[in-house]
């Protein structure tokens, strides 16, 4: 027996719940291992697909749209001031509301 494992190690299964899942999970085991690819996955994937939709949505701005110097030297300046940006109502549409499709996959297909 080693002195960090002594005591645990005599006890058997015994010992809190939060011992046991820390012993589980420093032992070597192809199932944990596993079990550690996956979370790591799960994880890696949540923060992959944020990033992703982040990006999508900032692509999708008029801000985004005048960066191409075409756009801001011709397009928006004919937008500025007619009747899409400045109107009775007080709604204004941009870019994105009539040039990008609003079903996701159709969006995804349209940005690439």
Not at 43 to 70: D, K, M, Q, R, Y
């Amino acid at each position: 027996m080693t002195a960090g494992h002594g005591a645990d190690s005599a006890a058997g299964q015994g010992g809190s719940m939060i011992g046991r899942a820390w012993r589980a999970l420093w032992r070597p085991s192809v199932s944990h291992s596993v079990a550690a690819l996956l979370l790591v996955g799960f994880i890696g994937g949540i923060g992959f697909w944020g990033a992703f939709n982040w990006s999508l949505e900032l692509t999708n701005t008029e801000t985004f749209c005048i960066t191409c110097h075409e756009m801001e030297r011709n397009v928006f300046r004919e937008y500025s001031g007619s009747v899409h940006d400045a109107n009775g109502s007080g709604v204004r549409a941009s870019c994105p509301d009539c040039h990008v499709p609003r079903p996701w996959i159709h969006k995804v297909a349209r940005k690439i």
